[in-house]
Nanobody, 126 residues
């Protein structure tokens, strides 16, 4: 499995921006489909965005048009650019990956991904 470490979280005001990063190591990153999830206390992890190993992207309806997922295979890095942040975006954000083929029907499922980072806190103040 690939090892994943997130960074870039923090405190930001409503309407502000943050860029999360996820550093991958241990395996050929370019072979991995990657995703971002988020979780608030007492709730299940929620799908945010996905990028295939070919670069196709998918987003949850709640972040579409505000967030952008991208990857730099040369640097073994995954990113999540978050703009127009809202208080409801407050959560711990996790990057996740899998080397297996991901059908569109499974992109949003937590169980699809077998490598996870430790998470980074994002807090959006109102």
């Amino acid at each position: 499995q690939v090892q994943l470490v997130e960074s870039g979280g923090g405190l930001v005001q409503t309407g502000g921006s943050l860029r999360l990063s996820c550093a991958a190591s241990g395996r050929t990153f370019s072979n991995y489909a990657m995703g971002w999830f988020r979780q608030t206390p007492g709730k299940e992890r929620e799908f945010v965005a996905h990028i295939s190993n070919g670069g196709s992207t998918y987003y949850s309806d709640s972040v579409k048009g505000r967030f952008t997922i991208s990857r730099d295979n040369a640097k073994n890095m995954l990113y999540l650019q978050m703009n127009s942040l809202k208080p409801e975006d407050t959560a711990v954000y996790y990057c996740a990956g899998t080397v297996h083929y991901v059908a569109k029907s499974r992109i949003r499922l937590e169980t699809t991904y077998d490598s996870w980072g430790q998470g980074t806190q994002v807090t959006v103040s109102s």
